[in-house]
């Protein structure tokens, strides 16, 4: 949302405009409107936005329309094919959508960080990124890291539904799957 990307904007400044910011939804395709809903309550600490899939926005609720850009894209404008490549993506649910548009990943050196939220039973997102040429990690709130590769090992750590828990998957070979490899038998 707008204020959001003003705060983002003013870290870019503060970090001497080391990294570019894009006002975009990540989505499968770029180029689509994408409508984001959020609590007139809302502070810059809360995560209370979602986009809105069919229909219209609730009427209790803010909104904003923003153009949508794939992972692909992004990485075709910002990122060399040479470099390795750290994702942090936090996209409301929205996960598999915005993964479908990051098929340049493949061939690259990657980490990608993301959320399989407690009440998500079907762990949607695990199970799209478990079809990725990619070994899996789950971090504790206590640092402790462990190796994930099936579902069910995912669903034992998720005990809390109203909690997300954070994934790290690595391209095979890579530097970050040596060194996730390398904490998870520590």
């Known amino acids: 949302v707008t204020r959001t990307f003003r705060a983002l904007q003013d870290n870019r400044a503060l970090n001497g405009g080391r990294f570019s910011s894009l006002q975009k939804a990540v989505a499968e395709?770029?180029?689509?409107?994408?409508?984001?809903?959020?609590?007139?309550?809302?502070?810059?600490?809360?995560?209370?936005?979602?986009?809105?899939?069919?229909g219209e926005p609730a009427d209790n609720l803010e909104h904003e329309t923003v153009e949508s850009i794939s992972i692909d894209d992004v990485l075709e404008e910002f990122v060399p094919a040479d470099r390795p490549v750290v994702l942090k993506l936090d996209v409301e649910g929205m996960e598999v959508p915005a993964l479908r548009g990051a098929t340049r990943l493949a061939g690259r050196d990657w980490l990608l960080i993301y959320e399989d939220h407690g009440n998500d039973v079907s762990c949607r997102a695990t199970e799209f990124v478990l079809t990725l040429d990619a070994s899996l990690f789950l971090?504790?709130?206590?640092?402790?890291?462990?190796?994930?590769?099936?579902?069910?090992?995912?669903?034992?750590?998720?005990?809390?539904?109203?909690?997300?828990?954070?994934?790290?998957?690595?391209?095979?070979?890579?530097?970050?799957?040596?060194?996730?490899?390398?904490?998870?038998?520590?």
């Open 139 to 186: 971090v504790t709130r206590q640092g402790k890291v462990h190796r994930v590769d099936t579902l069910d090992r995912v669903r034992k750590f998720k005990t809390d539904s109203r909690t997300g828990y954070n994934f790290f998957a690595a391209s095979r070979g890579g530097v970050f799957e040596k060194r996730l490899a390398e904490a998870a038998s520590a």
């Open 29 to 54: 395709e770029s180029g689509e409107r994408v409508v984001i809903q959020y609590s007139r309550l809302a502070t810059g600490a809360n995560a209370g936005a979602s986009l809105v899939q069919e």
